[in-house]
């Protein structure tokens, strides 16, 4: 019980809510549903603020930017670059060293792992036609850039993703490059088949600090809601998280809360009942 009363409390003070975008704002074909946008209103309604994270580009969320009416800073590639909706101007950039973008693509072939590298404003593939390229393409609404040479580009990349269906070469991946990067890069799972590697500071355990500084809310009264391993990074730095409920057990049992999945407006609900109502 007295847990219980512990994270009431923590949810009756939330100044702030941040949220994962794909499996957890969005429905799985990237809808933002009706309920969606009401419950981002009704949280300013009730004095808190609300801000988007996600491995995106700041491009790849300028279709939130109006339905949501997003006023706080949008934190693109888990936080590698800190952006004012609508406007150009960038208030926070972390960019991977170059040694360590030919490194990260290096092992990432090794996994036999196909590899995509983002710049602050442009997305390179090898393969227009390679698994997943299309369906990224439909979400950030814009077309990727065809080379050979990723190895070759390793001035201003903001992450490099490693992709395949096959999950357990991602996991050995991700485990690969945490050991052979150190401190130099994150590496975490942003989807089952999408490893995201970025610059250490590029995390989303560090977007809710870096929100907590730009926006002056200490971290105990800031609230996340995601559903992948890489947002448990914000869980532990925040005073509430929510995991949605398709997420892992792992994540699940990294949240305060869980709320139902994306298909059944668990984003909504959480507000709803974890925010709102407290």
Not at 35 to 56: H, M, Y
Not at 180 to 193: F, H, K
Request: with cysteine; proline share 5%.
């Amino acid at each position: 019980m007295a847990a219980e009363q512990h994270d009431a409390t923590l949810a009756e003070s939330t100044r702030l809510v941040i949220a994962d975008v794909d499996g957890t704002l969005v429905t799985h074909e990237k809808v933002l549903t009706p309920r969606a946008i009401d419950a981002v209103f009704a949280l300013r309604a009730a004095g808190i603020k609300f801000a988007v994270t996600s491995g995106r580009p700041p491009h790849g969320m300028d279709m939130l930017v109006e339905p949501l009416k997003l006023d706080e800073p949008i934190a693109a590639f888990n936080g590698g670059v800190i952006t004012v909706p609508g406007q150009s101007a960038v208030l926070r950039e972390n960019f991977l060293l170059p040694e360590v973008v030919r490194q990260t693509v290096q092992l990432i072939m090794q996994h036999h792992l196909d590899a995509w590298l983002y710049t602050d404003t442009t997305w390179f593939v090898r393969d227009v036609s390679a698994p997943h390229v299309a369906r990224e393409q439909w979400t950030v609404k814009f077309a990727p850039e065809v080379t050979q040479r990723l190895s070759d580009i390793v001035d201003r990349v903001a992450k490099v993703v490693g992709v395949s269906d096959d999950q357990d070469a991602v996991i050995r991946c991700e485990k690969d490059i945490q050991t052979a990067t150190g401190g130099n890069a994150s590496a975490a799972r942003s989807q089952p088949y999408y490893l995201d590697v970025t610059h250490p500071k590029a995390n989303k355990g560090e977007v809710v600090l870096a929100m907590s500084e730009l926006l002056n809310i200490p971290t105990k009264q800031i609230a996340t809601i995601g559903d992948m391993p890489n947002d448990v990074l914000m869980f532990v730095k925040s005073g509430v998280s929510i995991a949605m409920g398709n997420a892992s057990p792992e994540v699940r049992k990294s949240a305060t809360f869980v709320t139902s999945s994306n298909e059944e407006e668990g984003f909504a609900k959480a507000m709803e009942q974890f925010i709102l109502k407290r």
